[in-house]
């Protein structure tokens, strides 16, 4: 067992690539990333930069094409990438790394009620049950032994409850379609944490629902994983949330993390120059809405050193050499940059 | 899933596919009764020279025909015939399509494509051409019939279930159930095949009719069952020597094959509409 205060998730020196057709595009190049017990840790960037690669690849389920080309993800002390793919679906997935989507709509089986689909899911991946059960999904016959079919029944209920379903018992005979975007958000909140997992992988839950839902799910998210004590990696691109809920907030730019902080350092003192750059791009009442200059590089071909030194106005020498090593700051803020900002 | 109660109930509200519910049933009491309903059930298969090419009366409700056999009891049996050709040909198309197509959608693989271009030869032929050359070859009779229509109708259940699995398999719930190592085949059977079932019924429901005109072609061109079994496409086929004076002839076997046909085609509308609003009416009928 690792030491209590020991990072819950450590991704390092990680790269993916993926097949295309004009050549291996390196969608993620060496990113970092750790997790702490009970943290939730925001993944802000924009679109494209390896967010959802990075965290599909947490989970196992990065696309056909998809190469996992070296890097460790090391998962309460064990690295998920070693162990045997079916170790990790039957005893990491859905049990003690959990996962809530972006699009509500398509995460239930639109022709089964959602309380059958939920109890499939208990079924395997229920807390209580016992490891001598069969050993995972692929037994071709199963038994949901009776007495732990009840106690996962009550507590879906109480779930249900919790993320305030309003009549639960009715609710669970229903079809997905008879709930709105945040009811199913809601429920997926709920199915995510009842098999009382370590760390949950939320990726971007609220894209896709209207502004004065998304705060109600952020909150409904935050209070559930702190009361839980369970970790989560929220991935957005949408700063305000990233705000909103995160403790600790690591920037992506075009397949590299850039800079890591607790959120007040971040939107109080950030260092690296995209940050700055992302963070003036948000609306402000005060003044004109900046852009960022430039394009987004191709990940194909990346340019050398710091992939964002053709856009960077401090851009140095040696950012066109080599990518800068991380500069750990006070206070664990992190950050990969030769000619940082620093507050005066 | 929706039940079989509200599909029907649905279904009822819709006065074409009412109809075309109601059509269906006739045929099948048709068949199944024919030797109560038929007047003259011992006349089917026997010749009665001196009854022969009578008009329709009150004893030959359509008529006689060349032998002197009663078209009406003719008519009745052949919905047998016709009834047993459509559901084992687009039965058998089922067994074999839709397999395929679940396969290939979910691999999508060199096999998978090597599934798809071999669906494809058998759709660049034209159905009909293909199964007068299965049956000629063969020789006429219902079993070469049958096996002619599914060995060309399949393709069209292969094609229709490949492009929802291909669809479907990009579903967050589809996903998820292979991160968590689920089976293939218990995903294709416990997610997959129940999501296809809708656009599969529609098709069966269309796919009855349009097989049913083929038959009919077929036994009109002489390829179906031998006389003297009552094939209602033989039997319009006969009838060309006596018009115009037999001019009752071809009427019944034909107003058969055109009620039946419209009672599958109106049906497949309607369902396609209760169970599957996403396509109303934009893919064409076959």
């Known amino acids: ?344 | 899933m929706k039940t079989a109660r509200d599909v029907l109930a649905k279904l009822l509200r819709d006065p074409a596919a009412a109809l075309g519910l109601v059509i269906i049933i006739a045929l099948v009491l048709a068949a199944l009764l024919a030797p109560v309903l038929a007047t003259h059930p011992e006349a089917v298969w026997d010749m009665n020279p001196r009854q022969r090419l009578l008009p329709p009366s009150e004893t030959y409700l359509f008529g006689t025909d060349r032998m002197g056999a009663d078209i009406y009891s003719r008519t009745l049996f052949g919905a047998r015939i016709t009834l047993v050709i459509a559901i084992v040909a687009v039965g058998a198309a089922l067994v074999i399509g839709v397999p395929i197509g679940l396969v290939s959608g979910w691999r999508r693989n060199w096999f998978g494509e090597a599934l798809m271009r071999v669906s494809d030869i058998f759709l660049a032929v034209p159905q009909i051409v293909l199964a007068i050359a299965i049956a000629q070859t063969l020789g006429p009779s219902i079993e070469n019939i049958i096996l002619a229509l599914s060995v060309t109708y399949w393709p069209w259940f292969t094609r229709l279930v490949h492009a929802e699995v291909r669809a479907l398999k990009n579903e967050t719930f589809i996903e998820a159930a292979i991160a968590l190592g689920v089976p293939t085949w218990r995903i294709i059977l416990t997610h997959v095949l129940p999501n296809v079932m809708s656009p599969i019924i529609v098709r069966t429901s269309i796919g009855m009719g349009f097989t049913i005109l083929t038959a009919s072609a077929l036994g009109f061109l002489g390829l179906s069952a031998p006389p003297p079994a009552p094939e209602w496409g033989r039997m319009i086929s006969e009838s060309r020597e006596f018009l115009p004076e037999a001019w009752w002839y071809a009427l019944a076997p034909g107003l058969a094959i055109f009620l039946v046909v419209m009672g599958f085609n109106l049906l497949g509308d309607g369902l396609r509409d209760v169970l599957d609003p996403r396509i109303r009416r934009a893919a064409g009928g076959r």
């Open chain 1, 1 to 344: 067992m690792p030491p209590a205060d020991a990072n819950l998730l450590e991704v390092e020196n990680l790269f993916v690539s993926f097949a295309t057709e004009s050549g291996p595009a390196r969608v993620l190049d060496g990113v970092n990333l750790t997790i702490r017990p009970g943290e939730i840790m925001g993944l802000v960037g924009e679109s494209g930069c390896g967010k959802t690669t990075l965290a599909n690849a947490i989970l196992g389920t990065i696309a056909k094409n998809a190469r996992t080309a070296g890097g460790t993800i090391r998962f309460a002390g064990e690295n998920l990438l070693a162990l045997r793919p079916r170790v990790v679906a039957n005893d990491v997935l859905g049990r003690r790394i959990t996962y809530i989507p972006q699009d509500p709509y398509g995460s239930f089986n639109p022709l089964f009620p959602i309380g059958k689909q939920m109890m499939e899911v208990m079924k395997w991946k229920s807390p209580r049950r016992a490891a001598s059960e069969t050993r995972g999904v692929s037994g071709f016959f199963s038994r949901y032994p009776r007495a732990r079919r009840r106690e996962d029944e009550a507590a879906l209920l109480a779930m249900i409850r919790t993320v305030q379903i309003p009549n639960p018992e009715e609710a669970l005979a229903k079809l997905p379609h008879e709930f709105s975007g945040g009811q199913r958000q809601r429920l997926m909140i709920a199915l995510s944490l009842l098999p009382q997992p370590q760390l949950v992988i939320a990726d971007e839950p609220t894209t896709a629902l209207d502004a004065t839902i998304q705060a109600q799910i952020l909150k409904l998210l935050k209070r559930l994983a702190k009361e839980r004590g369970v970790s989560v990696l929220f991935t957005t691109h949408d700063l305000g949330t990233a705000y909103e809920i995160c403790d600790r907030v690591t920037v992506m730019y075009a397949g590299q993390e850039v800079e890591t902080a607790p959120v007040e350092d971040f939107f109080g003192r950030p260092q690296h120059p995209y940050t700055v750059r992302l963070l003036e791009s948000l609306p402000h009442p005060e003044r004109e809405l900046r852009e960022i200059g430039g394009e987004i590089p191709a990940l194909i071909d990346p340019p050398i050193g710091c992939r964002f030194h053709p856009r960077c106005s401090r851009a140095l020498a040696e950012c066109r050499a080599a990518r800068p090593p991380i500069t750990a700051g006070g206070g664990g803020h992190q950050v990969r940059c030769y000619n940082p900002v620093r507050a005066a």
